[in-house]
């Protein structure tokens, strides 16, 4: 088929997506590409047009219908921006799709496989009067979502959109081990990745370059961005699951390449992350495809691109942020602002609660806790716990309180497992003298077994007092009766007792 069949044939109405030409309000970009190799063409074979016939004169009445001023656009500008790529035009392949929110998903979680996306139609890098890369910028907002740390993704332009040799894994879906930095490929790539690959001298695991016609970047930076007010450097963590926007600009002029990359919503920092001089004119073809390329090495990795502009020898359209889709949450379940604030009140609570349980176990330990010494074993009355007593004696309270002697206080108890009535006699002391000696003897005296003697049960001993258990006489002791209380009459004798009859008494007793 002549060049010119082929040239009718091209679709000259508008692909949908947001493409305009700048010098060309009225001209869809796809006829401006055909009449630049219309115009070539025919430069080539004169005796060309002769043939055309008809088809010329079809061609010019498209001319004259969209106006004459298409033939400057042929060099002139290009521009176009994705806000989401959601029913928009653009060519994708291998594992890369578009989700359902209009996210270009370039992995989709796979293992080992090659992901590309790519502008559908090829545009025409190279200046039709001198030949030279013309100047070039993009943007794009990026997000990569990864459990175990994965390849990177490029952005690229390449001559075609067949990448079936290229190899998955470090080689990115865009070259191979033979093709690796053949000067024929004619492609210049930014590389975004995130392992070390030693095979091509990356400088670290985190990193930007520029690739041209190998995988070996020609220029390397850690990524991340310069503060405009102090020009100091922050990283950025190309996995972090974090959008973040790039530029990659060129000014063919100069033949100067520079990348800078920032936070998403943060405005393009004024020092670019790294530039270098590269004349891409030695390495692009006349028309070339730009797009993404990416594949993961291990699986759960997600290279999304949320939005992208483009101008051909123009800047590249700003991105709303606000109109992108957003990323899918990735990792563990994000907590509630409710369990955020009541789970450290919560812990604090609980640390308070045990802690209080615990003084109070101590407290409680502290409270029964009995001393004992060797001396005690020598003694054969028996032991009781400070708990019975405390208990029996209801916490010694001054209901219970029998009377006060001369070594202390006598109150009444029950022991709560026999409901024993026993008499408890409290003694203080402030010393241990004479402590011994004051046990043997109430001890001595306890094994003594009168029926006219009260019988000693036990003793206890708790921090600086002891307790002597007595069985509980209800009718009180015999000097009740012998002398009175506190000179009244005796209830039973009736009057004070006479001294010859309390001998009797005595003696009585005694026997």
Known sequence: MELLDIALSLDVINSGVSLKGGNCPRSPPHFSITLFYFYKYCGQRPGFIVKAGMKLTLLLLQILFFGLDLVSCAYGEYVFIYSGFAHNNITLDGATMVTANGLLDITNGSTKLNGHAFYPTPLPFRNFSSGLVQSFSTSFVFGVQSTYPSQGFTFFIAPSKNFSSALPVQFLGLLNSENNGDMKNQIFAVEFDSIKNIEFQDINNNHVGFDINSLISVD???????????????????????????????????????????????????????????????????????????????????????????????????????????????????????????????????????????????????????????????????????????????????????????????????????????????????????????????VSIGRLQHRNIVHLLGYCRQKGELFLVYDY???????????????????????????????????????
């Open 220 to 442: 390397s930076y850690p990524a991340g961005f310069y503060d405009d007010k102090d020009g100091t450097f922050s990283n950025l963590t190309i996995t972090s699951s974090e959008a973040m926007q790039v530029w990659v600009d060129y000014n063919g002029d100069i033949a100067q390449i520079s990348v800078t990359m920032a936070p998403m919503g943060m405005a393009k920092p004024l020092k670019p992350l790294g530039s270098a001089n590269r004349n891409l004119s030695s390495v692009l073809s006349e028309m070339a495809y730009v797009g993404f390329s990416s594949a993961a090495g291990r699986d759960n990795t997600r290279h999304y691109i949320l939005g992208w502009s483009f101008g051909l020898n123009s800047a590249a359209p700003s991105i709303d942020i606000t109109s992108l889709p957003k990323m899918p949450h990735f990792g563990p379940k994000a907590r509630s602002k409710i369990l955020e604030i009541i789970l450290p009140i919560a812990t604090a609570v609980s640390i308070l609660s045990v802690g209080t349980i615990i003084l109070l176990l101590v407290r409680r330990h502290l409270r029964y806790s009995e001393v004992r010494e060797d001396w005690e074993v020598e003694f054969g009355p028996h032991r009781f716990s400070f708990r019975d007593l405390f208990h029996a004696t209801e916490g010694f309270k001054d209901k219970n309180l029998l009377g006060i002697g001369g070594f202390g206080r006598v109150y009444r108890g029950v022991l709560p497992a026999s409901k024993l009535d026993i008499a408890v006699k409290r003694v203080s002391h402030d010393s241990k003298q004479g402590m011994k000696e004051f046990v043997a003897e109430v």
């Open 473 to 511: 006489m209800p009718k009180g002791s015999l000097d009740k009766y012998l002398y009175g209380q506190r000179g009244q009459a005796d209830p039973y004798l009736g009057s004070k007792v006479p001294d010859h009859q309390r001998n009797y008494i005595w003696i009585s007793l005694s026997s």
